[in-house]
Nanobody, 116 residues
Framework: QVQLVESGGGLVQPGGSLRLSCTTS????????MTWYRQAPGKERELVARLTSRGHTDYEDSVKGRFTISGDIAENTMYLQMSTLKPEDTAVYYC??????????WGQGTQVTVSS
């Protein structure tokens, strides 16, 4: 079966950068939207950035100007370039693909920790 595989998380100092990656394993999906979510301890999961098959992007307000989502929907790959990281960016980051027809896939999560 198709699964989403994430990588790129780690420990970084405030002001640093990380690049997260997400791709399918086991097949190719017909994707309508590709999204990064994150969940910090004690908080609700929130949308970080989204890329649609029409080329539109959407960002959570606190990451605008610092994070950039990119990817290739046809190849089932996406990235999140994170710059000027802040301690409040610390969370588990999850990739999410929604295919045409409404079925959804989630990655396993990758930990991002921003601390001095």
């Amino acid at each position: 079966q198709v699964q989403l595989v994430e990588s790129g998380g780690g420990l970084v100092q405030p002001g640093g950068s990380l690049r997260l990656s997400c791709t399918t394993s086991g097949g190719i999906l017909t994707i309508s939207t590709m999204t990064w979510y994150r969940q910090a301890p004690g908080k609700e999961r929130e949308l970080v950035a989204r890329l649609t098959s029409r080329g539109h992007t959407d960002y959570e307000d606190s990451v605008k100007g610092r994070f950039t989502i990119s990817g290739d929907i046809a190849e089932n790959t996406m990235y999140l370039q994170m710059s000027t990281l802040k301690p409040e960016d610390t969370a588990v980051y999850y990739c999410h693909f929604r295919i045409w027809g409404g079925y959804e896939y989630w990655g396993q999560g990758t930990q991002v920790t921003v601390s001095s």
